[in-house]
């Protein structure tokens, strides 16, 4: 280990990004002949790749590596880092099932995740993460919800405080400050990033969210349908009309691939998803499959990510948590590396 080994690093590409390690203000630093990494998002999982990338960059197959991570400065409130608005311009695309999976996704990185479901009229995400139609949060102080623990996510949902079959027959004003106080009343705790799974459209509820809540950015998730695209523009509008950053484009029902003879077809049209992220200058976090096993995951309150952790769809997921977690980051890093060196 030498000061050599530690200035080529910062010149080192992160894999996620593209963009240097110095120039993303990773702090690298060597100690008792280790190699000492902090980035800035979840890394679960990716240790191992990343030591084999940065020993094939250094030409140095023993180097011995620590990597760790931390989450980098955000705009959320209290002890919560980033607040992550998953959104879309219609409904029906998958926006909730993807959000909790993204969350999911987060958390088995490392990250202390919570999930804010803001869907007022038609939450859902109750039934996704498996709680009881009966389930409701504990409230302290009598004022403060406590969020419901599923799967490791700290959870609040409209769903928790009202019945199966109770519509919320509510005007947008009132709608609007349900969402306020399920958000600023709920006793979070501390949290790397709170996902906010948003109702579909671009209406009063999105409004409160956008110019009330510190939002980080944003995600969109859309089908490759006309329509379904068309919406998704809407949306990547409304967030830069209040500067809120789109961190990527998830694209659901992407393709589907025949169980019995394994033909793969696009039902709902291909590259639309690719042809937004160009135009807006947004990456593709993810596409998604049109996967039986998806819903039926989600029916049973077995996200995918936890029913089969290591299934091609889970793994889509992660991947699309790793970027958006990357991209925050990089928002939100000055180009400056800190780099120590206590021995040889």
């Not at 980033?82 to 996704?105: C, E, F, Y």
């Not at 498996?130 to 599923?150: N, Q």
């Not at 291909?270 to 976090?285: H, K, N, R």
């Amino acid at each position: 280990m030498n000061q050599h080994h530690l200035d080529a690093l910062a010149a080192f590409p992160d894999p996620l990004l593209g963009r240097s390690w110095g120039e993303l203000g990773a702090r690298i630093a060597a100690a008792d002949g280790r190699l000492e990494v902090e980035l800035g998002y979840p890394i679960g999982g990716m240790e191992d790749a990343l030591t084999a990338a940065v020993r094939t960059y250094l030409e140095a197959p023993e180097l011995a590596i620590d990597f760790s991570w931390s989450t980098p400065p955000g705009r959320g409130f209290e002890a919560v880092g980033h607040l992550v608005a998953v959104a879309s311009g219609k409904g029906g695309v998958g926006k909730s099932t993807t959000a909790v999976n993204l969350a999911l996704s987060l958390t088995a990185g490392g990250a202390r995740v919570g999930l804010l479901d803001a869907d007022i009229y038609g939450p859902s995400q109750g039934q996704l993460l498996g709680i009881p139609v009966d389930r409701r949060p504990e409230i302290v102080d009598e004022k403060f919800f406590v969020p419901v623990i599923a799967h490791g996510l700290a959870t609040m949902s409209m769903s928790y405080l009202s019945g199966e079959r109770t519509p919320m027959v509510w005007r947008g004003p009132m709608a609007s400050g349900a969402l306020q106080q399920l958000l600023k009343q709920t006793r979070w705790g501390e949290l790397d990033y709170l996902l906010i799974d948003m109702p579909p459209g671009t209406g009063d509820i999105q409004l409160t969210l956008a110019q009330q809540a510190p939002v980080s950015g944003a995600v969109i998730v859309t089908t490759p349908q006309d329509l379904a695209l068309l919406d998704a523009r809407k949306g990547i509008e409304m967030f830069q009309k209040v500067n809120i950053p789109t961190l990527g484009i998830v694209e659901n029902m992407s393709v589907h691939c025949c169980p019995q003879c394994g033909y793969e077809s696009h039902p709902f049209g291909s590259g639309g998803g690719a042809e937004i992220a160009a135009q807006y200058d947004v990456p593709v976090l993810a596409e998604l499959p049109l996967s039986l096993a998806i819903r039926e995951q989600s029916d049973s309150g077995q996200p995918t990510v936890v029913a089969e952790p290591t299934g091609d769809a889970a793994v889509r997921y992660r991947q699309a948590a790793r970027h958006l977690s990357a991209r925050l980051w990089g928002l939100s890093q000055e180009p400056a590396v800190a780099i120590s060196m206590s021995d040889d």
